[in-house]
């Protein structure tokens, strides 16, 4: 594929070198004598002494200065492992990154407990000022989490354990995928085996006997892999269960809706809204296995795309077309796109040895991010592009924001990457005037739909159901095969034909120990940016300012407070949330209307 963007990134602007970077080593080097100082002078406080004025902003200050290059190196060791999954150099770098989180978690244990000593009075005064005021929110969050936490010293001792047991079960994963080989055969008789993120394209073939063959070499291949990944999935849960025990959390759920500053309530209510939807997204799914020819949609036809040739859309051709989309709503988020395919923030190269999936990182030191992925061409490549985008574009409105309002959530950072597909296909959808074409359109928003309503409704069942029985011991991959396939027949409300067992095992959502259930906060997003994207069809141009506000407070309030200020409406009860669906599954209509016989 010949392109003039270039197709793989420059990490080396970031840090040259490589896995082998002296200047990577030397920004280690320099974090790890600022964490070491920062706890030994936290740990050589009196036991009964209050924290001045001073001593509070210092150590702040410190904070952040590290929680700054600590998100930046974590960036660079993640995108060294994802483009090529056998690099042992990275490898040992990520082991040394997670240390010396590990190490700052604790001295962020004594650093909270220090919080937790001032009282009321000259609490509130030193936040009305200086620094502290900035980022007032976040460490009244931090005072308010640390009363639910363990002693500091415990704290400490389990992130440090935490290293080569819980992060380590994590970081096994990988070590799974990068083995991993699926065999497959070309029409010309030519045998190949590939990783599991070029398999993974094929799923989606426009060919139904190409993605068949594909989704049983998937299974095959997850299947004999199952074992590793059962031990695996039950010493990460094993790991949250027991830490969760010690803690007296009752709610596997506290710590998800906590790091997603959301309520239990407004994740009720919007499950709510997503139930009463699927009846309708279930007649979109009968009515395209129709136009397959199918009595029933199997997994690996949900995502398939309708008509005989699937059309390739080259690399340039999805950068012009997701940059005329963008100016079409913002011309500084089409400026700063064109700047990321420019300057090579992107890696979409499709070749062996990379992980699977897509991701954007951050690099705040640096004031950068990096995309990853695998580019072949396909319409859900181009909005993986966009959506990764829309990540990129939320921490470049925020660079100039101090570090801790900086750390925005999951859910609010869906936010902004979906919002950015959804300018895509609405665009797109509008400027069609071929019905074949308007068609794919449609189907292409309505499997977003699905993917949010119900494959991640899916995993949320699963993981709920999993943590039930993993409280009671551990759980075997046939169990797991049998609790995913009991929750697809659910979260797909019965649409399905045949199901995908060993999806537990090939989704690395679930072996992410940063994020636990890293799932509800996509159907958030979803749903958030769809009632966004309503008023900014609504107000037009002058919704782009509004839009990088909304955004720019997303590390500095809870959802409901953010949907409060910028939207006006209430999350914690359901009628935001059902005009949101209604409003996501209108496209059902046109559907139906498009494909009448």
Known sequence: MTTSYPMTWDLDAIYPGGSGSAAFLAELAGMERDIEAL????????????????????????????????????????????????????????DRVKTMSAKFNSALARYDEQLLRVDGASWAAWLKDGDAAQVAFVLNERREAAKEKLPPEQEALAGELAVDGYHGWGDFYNTIVSRIRFDVTEEDG???????????????????????????????????????CADTLNRIAGFRLKL?????????????????????????????????GKPKLVRYLERKAKLLGLDKLDWHDVHAPLGQVEKKVSYDEAAALIKAQF??????????????????????????????????????????????????????????????????YHQHVMNDLPPLAQEYAMNVAETASTFAEMIVADSAL?????????????????????????????????????????????????????????????????????????????????????????????????????GIYAIAKKEGATFADKYVALLRDTGLMTVEELAAKHLGVRLDEPGFWREAVALLLADVDAFLALTEA
């Open 327 to 392: 100016g079409a709503f913002s011309p500084d988020l089409a400026a700063f796109t064109e700047m990321a395919f420019r300057d090579a923030w992107i890696e979409a190269e499709d070749r062996p040895g990379k992980r699977p999936g897509g991701f954007c990182t951050a690099f705040p030191k640096s004031e950068q991010t990096r995309i990853f992925m695998t580019y072949s061409g396909t319409p859900d490549n181009v909005s993986t592009l966009a959506h990764e985008l829309g990540h990129a």
């Open 39 to 94: 706890a030994g002078e936290l740990a050589a406080l009196p036991a009964d002494a209050a924290p001045s004025e001073s001593q509070l902003s210092a150590w702040t200050a410190a904070v952040q200065s590290i929680l700054l290059r600590l998100r930046q190196s974590d960036s660079f060791v993640s995108c060294l492992q994802a483009q090529q999954m056998k690099d042992a150099a990275a490898n040992g770098l990520n």
């Open 190 to 228: 030519t045998a190949m085996a590939l990783s599991a993120g070029q398999m993974f394209n094929r799923l989606s073939n426009s060919d139904r006997s190409v993605r068949e063959t594909a989704f049983q070499e998937w299974e095959r291949g997850w299947g004999e892999q199952a074992d590793l």
């Open 430 to 530: 509008e400027a069609a005037t071929d019905r074949e074409e308007k068609l794919a359109l449609l189907d292409e928003k309505l499997q977003n739909a699905v993917a949010f309503f119900m494959n991640i409704h899916t995993r949320f069942i699963f993981e709920n159901r999993f943590y039930e029985k993993r409280r009671e011991g551990m759980v075997s991959h046939e169990e797991l095969s049998a609790l995913m396939a009991d929750a697809q027949r659910e979260g797909f409300s019965g649409a399905l034909g045949e199901l995908h067992p060993h999806f537990w095992a090939s989704k690395l959502h679930f072996y992410l120990t940063d994020v636990p259930f890293y799932n509800f906060p996509y159907t958030f997003g979803y749903l958030f940016s769809g």
């Open 244 to 276: 969760y025990g010690k803690r007296g959390w009752d709610r596997v759920l506290k710590e998800p809706l906590d790091m997603n500053r959301m309520t239990a309530a407004t994740l009720d209510a919007m499950w709510a809204a997503v139930a009463e």
